[in-house]
């Protein structure tokens, strides 16, 4: 799944160390395209996004010369640009921007879960423009302690001990964010289809919500 | 049908799907989704989820104007025709 490896085989770490320009050149051409769409999905701004990009290759360039390669590069140049991103959103904001877990509440405890068995709508419907939309805003409103871990292992493609490097969590950490994102989406496009094609499909209601383990 | 597992099955879905659980995990969840139409549903529709994202994801790709002024701040002007 992570593209990003096989990239990285092809460069030589030697040359981009020494500062070689070629080299360097091959090293933005492979990965602009992916630091560019990640910069876009956390910060919803082409001219940030570019911002971002701009930022991430000139401290990598910089900072080339100390990669120890304990991570691969690519997973290097991901963490260089979501810490440029989380630092813009932080003075954007001008609040505490943190990736750090939140206290749960007790409505995020007990969701609620609902039961539309959406999947055998035809994929007309499934992907309409509009459905598209409603998804890509469901993405973007995901709180961004999960939002990060989202882009990162599912549009990104970066394995989880990958995205546990990119933003220093542990795998247990990522794997429970990702779990809580996905569901959340999947809570959402339940919600979208069930209200559109309600007399369509079969809709169940709801999971009794039980004890929450 | 007994859905007292149900929400304690939820926070193993997402590995479930993943073909990442423990065996024995995944072995209680095949149990119990022979049983649980409702849990079926979800992991159906947690599924199709999965699959709607990743087809309509964005392609990793850079404007060109954004590449030409990403190229240009970096000082790689002369490698922009590739």
């Known amino acids: ?13 030697e040359a981009l160390r020494g500062g070689d320009r070629t080299e360097f050149a ?5 990965y602009s395209g992916n630091i560019y769409r990640l910069a876009m999905n956390m910060l919803s701004n082409s001219q940030d996004a570019e ?27 991901y963490r260089i640009a979501t810490n440029e991103a989380l630092m813009l959103l932080r003075r954007r904001k001008d609040i505490e921007v943190s990736i750090d877990e939140p206290h749960e509440t007790m409505e995020q405890i007990f969701e609620p879960m609902q039961i539309v068995d959406f999947c055998c709508l035809p994929e007309s419907e499934l992907m309409s423009a509009e459905a598209r939309d409603y998804l890509d805003q469901a993405i973007a409103q995901l709180p961004l302690n999960l939002r990060v871990v989202f882009l990162l292992r599912e549009i990104e493609g970066l394995s989880t001990k990958e995205t546990g490097q990119v933003l220093n969590l542990s795998e247990t950490a990522v794997k429970t964010r990702l779990s809580r994102a996905r569901l959340r989406l999947r809570e959402q496009l339940s919600g ?10 079969k809709e169940h209601g709801r999971l009794p919500v039980g004890e929450h383990k | 049908m007994d859905h007292k597992n149900c929400r304690h099955l939820l926070d193993s879905l997402s590995d479930y799907v993943d073909e990442t659980l423990g ?23 947690l ?7 990743h087809v309509t994801a964005p392609q990793a790709s850079v404007p060109d104007d954004v590449r030409t002024r990403l190229f240009h701040r970096l000082e790689l002007d002369e490698f922009l025709g590739k």
């Open chain 1, 192 to 201: 979208y289809y069930g209200e559109r094609y309600g007399p369509q499909i």
């Open chain 2, 23 to 45: 065996k024995e995990l995944c072995d209680e969840i095949d149990r119990h989704l022979v049983n649980c139409e409702d849990c079926q549903i979800v992991v159906d529709s």
């Open chain 1, 26 to 30: 091959r090293l933005v051409e492979a």
């Open chain 1, 1 to 13: 799944m992570s593209d990003g490896n096989k990239k990285t085989e092809k460069f030589s770490l």
């Open chain 1, 51 to 77: 911002d971002i990009l701009q930022e991430t290759f000139i401290k990598a360039y910089r900072h080339l010369s100390g990669f120890d390669g304990r991570s691969s590069l690519s997973t290097w140049l």
């Open chain 2, 47 to 53: 599924r199709k989820t999965i699959y709607l994202y």
